[in-house]
């Protein structure tokens, strides 16, 4: 599975925009970026992922570098509730495995 | 989360015996997995089924077996239980190519 590689911690403040980046310099053309974060004592939690072109959803926004060597997941505005460890994570869909292969991940830390 | 659950969330079990974990799903997802969880080692894959009877093994199968006999449920068996097995178990779902998974809230069990 090709690597990705995450900052251990982020720090932000309430109301702010966060920019977590991650880089995955050996990616494949077959390989998804997903973007999951686990809050404490709970499963991990879906939040996006993409193939090429940059995407939104209601939870954050993924900015997929032009070649494919970097992302950055956006929270627009940080809140509380946003303090989580942040995962990178790419996701190889051809033949019969679907596996997700975790990281260490970004301990993301929220300032009121 | 809603679609997925796992029981129970809690066990405490003696060493050498027993222990099956039940993954339920109401979304018809065909593939689905168990991820365990230690502190420093993250979340690591057991085993994953691609369909009905179609199970492989994940990096930590050792001293694990799986089954799943109907798409909804996915059980994960501890033959005979060891303290190295202490661990929050997680599950997941995945509809197919691409797709996000969806994880169970856990089982923190607790082998003594």
């Known amino acids: 599975d090709a690597k990705t590689t995450q900052p251990n911690s982020m720090?932000?403040?309430e109301e702010e925009p966060v920019h977590l980046p991650c880089n995955h310099s050996t990616i494949s053309g077959t390989d998804y970026i997903h973007w999951y974060r686990q809050l404490p004592s709970q499963g991990p939690e879906y939040?996006?992922?993409?193939?090429?072109?940059?995407?939104?959803?209601?939870?954050?926004s993924l900015a997929i570098a032009e070649d494919r060597?970097?992302?950055?997941?956006?929270?627009?505005?940080?809140?509380?509730?946003?303090?989580?460890?942040?995962?990178?994570i790419?996701?190889?869909?051809?033949?019969?495995n679907y596996k997700l292969t975790f990281g260490k991940g970004t301990l993301l830390t929220v300032n009121p | 989360d809603a679609g997925i659950t796992q029981s129970p969330r809690h066990k405490v079990t003696e060493t050498g015996t027993p222990v099956t974990l039940r993954c339920h799903q109401t979304e018809n997802h065909r593939y689905m997995y168990w991820y365990r969880q230690d502190p420093?080692?993250?979340?690591?894959?057991?085993?994953?089924?691609?369909?009905?009877?179609?199970?492989?093994?994940?990096?930590?199968?050792?001293?694990?077996?799986?089954?799943?006999?109907?798409?909804?449920?996915?059980?994960?068996?501890l033959e005979s239980a060891t303290s190295s097995q202490t661990s929050v178990y997680f599950c997941a779902i995945s509809q197919g190519q691409g797709d996000g998974y969806t994880f169970g809230s856990g089982t923190r069990l607790t082998v003594v």
Not at chain 1, 47 to 60: E, K
Not at chain 2, 42 to 64: A, C, F, N, P, Q
């Open chain 1, 11 to 13: 720090e932000s403040n």
């Open chain 1, 47 to 60: 939040v996006i992922h993409g193939l090429t072109s940059n995407v939104n959803n209601r939870m954050a």
């Open chain 1, 69 to 88: 060597k970097s992302s950055t997941l956006i929270l627009h505005r940080a809140t509380l509730r946003d303090a989580a460890v942040y995962y990178c």
């Open chain 1, 90 to 96: 790419l996701r190889d869909v051809r033949g019969s």
């Open chain 2, 40 to 77: 420093g080692h993250g979340l690591r894959l057991i085993h994953y089924s691609y369909g009905v009877k179609d199970t492989d093994k994940g990096e930590v199968s050792d001293g694990y077996s799986v089954s799943r006999s109907k798409t909804e449920d996915f059980l994960l068996t």
